[in-house]
């Protein structure tokens, strides 16, 4: 089971990024997949679930109506859209597997982590 996150970079404020997760080793549409996130000095924190259920998705409040979260079963691959971006979104961005069949991402049900892309928002 592996899980590779990509598209982080630096951008401006008010830019946009797409992250990408691409998961090997499972069928990811059968599970919760979540994407979190780490800034210097602060614990990782949950940033967007896509349920495997029924699809649903969900976001922390401080992003909620700027970031979407998407997935391509073709693909296997989860995406993350990240719009009006802010200096405070600058962290890691991790994607992770959640329970088989999973409606939500707490952290501690998060059993394979991809290794993180950089994200730096600045002028």
């Known amino acids: 089971v592996q899980l590779q996150a990509s598209g982080g970079g630096l951008v401006q404020p008010g830019g946009s990024l797409r992250l990408s997760c691409a998961a090997s080793?499972?069928?990811?549409?059968?599970?919760?997949i979540g994407w979190f996130r780490q800034a210097p000095g602060k614990e990782r924190e949950g940033v967007s679930c896509?349920?495997?259920?029924?699809?649903?998705?969900y976001y922390a409040d401080s992003v909620k109506g700027r970031f979407t979260i998407s997935r391509d079963n073709a693909k296997n691959t989860v995406y993350l859209q990240m719009n009006s971006l802010k200096p405070e979104d600058t962290a890691i961005y991790y994607c992770?597997?959640?329970?088989?069949?999973?409606?939500?991402?707490?952290?501690?049900?998060?059993?394979?982590w991809g290794k993180g892309t950089l994200v730096t928002v600045s002028s």
């Open positions: 080793g499972f069928t990811l549409d059968y599970y919760a």
């Open positions: 896509v349920s495997s259920s029924d699809g649903r998705t």
């Open positions: 992770a597997r959640g329970s088989p069949y999973g409606r939500r991402c707490p952290r501690g049900d998060m059993d394979y």
